[in-house]
């Protein structure tokens, strides 16, 4: 499957602002709905993805190139990771914990956005090169 490299973006510049309000806020809600962002980013049905789509795709045109879509979905799993530890820091009243999981989270979506280096994508790519070839 591809995907659109403009949505992913998008969707992180989407993240990147949830995440500060997070840091702001203290919002354990927030984050635990961010994870469910991420849960269904991993599954393939961003709903981010799905605003690009729908209302900023079509303002745009057609992309130059589109890209492999298992990178992004690996690096929506490794966000989905770093909300859980968030929102059991949140729960557990582990300030650092929380806040040091959100800011990760922040720092690789933020990345993202306004650089369009995908950390999470660049793990993924990590993974697979020191996997052994049977088991891929």
């Given at each position: 499957?591809?995907?659109d490299?403009?949505?992913?973006?998008?969707?992180?510049?989407?993240?990147?602002?949830?995440?500060?309000l997070?840091?702001?806020?203290?919002?354990?809600?927030?984050?635990?709905?961010?994870?469910?962002?991420?849960?269904?980013?991993?599954?393939?049905?961003?709903?981010?993805?799905?605003?690009?789509?729908?209302?900023?795709?079509?303002?745009?045109?057609?992309?130059?190139?589109m890209?492999d879509?298992?990178?992004?979905?690996?690096?929506?799993?490794?966000?989905?990771?770093f909300?859980?530890?968030?929102?059991i820091?949140?729960?557990?009243?582990?300030?650092?914990?929380?806040?040091?999981?959100?800011?990760?989270?922040?720092?690789?979506a933020?990345?993202n956005?306004?650089?369009?280096?995908?950390?999470?994508?660049?793990?993924?790519?990590?993974?697979?090169?020191?996997?052994?070839?049977a088991?891929?």
């Amino acid at each position: 499957m591809q995907v659109d490299p403009r949505s992913t973006r998008f969707s992180a510049a989407i993240t990147t602002l949830i995440l500060a309000l997070v840091l702001l806020t203290g919002n354990a809600w927030l984050l635990l709905a961010q994870g469910v962002v991420f849960a269904l980013g991993v599954a393939g049905v961003s709903p981010y993805g799905s605003i690009f789509r729908r209302l900023v795709r079509p303002r745009l045109g057609p992309p130059a190139q589109m890209e492999d879509a298992a990178p992004p979905r690996f690096a929506q799993g490794v966000g989905l990771v770093f909300a859980l530890v968030g929102v059991i820091g949140f729960t557990a009243q582990i300030t650092p914990l929380a806040l040091g999981a959100t800011a990760a989270a922040l720092l690789a979506a933020f990345l993202n956005a306004a650089f369009g280096f995908c950390l999470g994508c660049e793990m993924y790519l990590i993974v697979r090169r020191l996997m052994p070839a049977a088991t891929r």
